[in-house]
């Protein structure tokens, strides 16, 4: 495969907090158009993972490009600007902010200044109850609702590819369902994307790959209609749960 089919290369990737190191070494790749699952059990890196990419925190070593070009020493904002965009895990929102200003604010770069109107109309589709709820208090939102706004923000932002730490966090079955229609629907306009989860159902059904993160490296690759079946999965995952 080609550098320019590649959306996201990351290749030995190190990164750790003070003086410990949690990715001990990670290696994958996410090609343009692609959507991308990694999960793995608690405290194993994913969020870590997502954080090196997005310069929350400095790797230690090893190398990411995105869109063919290396970002291992471009900021936090330079990868905004490049449209790399992390949906974090923990919810940042602004508390007494309400829905569109902070749609509105999310739109900062340049490009996303330019595509702000376009962007603000889409997500206002894609998630209807923040279209009845624009006018409604970050802090009074409810979990499903604030989590669709933390999807929004992130497509305001105009990304070329987006990383979702664990969407579903929390979210009754039906909210799911909406989410996952949302997020597959966002998928079909060709955005890639890496999804970290722990519901398998849920990411098996929006993925064309997964990967199995397993002490900071990334211990198996599963591709969609492999002869891996969920069963064998949730072995793998609650089995290495177990042991760990
Ligand atoms: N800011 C931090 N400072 C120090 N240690 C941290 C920090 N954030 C995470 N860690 C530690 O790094 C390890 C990996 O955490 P990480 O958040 O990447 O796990 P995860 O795979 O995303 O887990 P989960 O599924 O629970 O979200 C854990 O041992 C965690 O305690
Ligand atoms: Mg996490």
């Known amino acids: 495969m080609s550098e320019a089919a590649l959306a996201l290369d990351i290749r030995d990737l190190r990164a750790g ?31 870590t993972l997502l954080n090196a990419i997005s310069k929350v925190i400095r790797p230690n070593g090893g190398s990411v490009s995105f869109m063919g070009e290396p970002i291992a020493a471009v900021s936090a904002r330079g990868i905004v600007e490049r449209g790399l965009i992390h949906v974090p895990q923990a919810n940042r929102l602004f508390p007494d902010m309400e829905i569109m200003e902070t749609l509105e604010l999310a739109a900062f770069t340049r490009r996303a200044r330019a595509e702000r109107k376009t962007n603000l109309d889409y997500v206002l589709k894609l998630f209807p109850r923040l279209a009845e709820r624009r006018r409604q208090q970050c802090k009074t939102l409810s979990g499903g609702e604030r989590q669709m706004l933390s999807i929004g923000v992130g497509l305001m932002c105009a990304p070329r590819m987006l990383m979702l730490d664990e969407p579903t966090l929390g979210l009754s079955p039906k909210l799911k369902e909406e989410l996952a229609a949302a997020i597959a629907g966002i998928g079909t306009r060709g ?20 990967y199995f993160v397993d002490h900071g490296e990334i211990a198996r690759e599963i591709h969609r209609g492999s002869d891996v079946d969920h069963q064998e999965i949730m072995d793998m995952y609650f089995g290495e749960r177990a042991a760990s």
């Open 191 to 210: 955005m890639p994307m890496l999804i970290v989860e722990q519901d398998i159902a849920f990411v098996l059904s929006l993925v064309d790959r997964m």
């Open 17 to 47: 907090y003070d003086s410990y190191d949690v990715l001990h070494g990670m290696s994958l790749h996410v090609a343009n158009g692609e959507r991308i699952g990694l999960f793995g059990p608690n405290g194993h890196g994913k969020t």
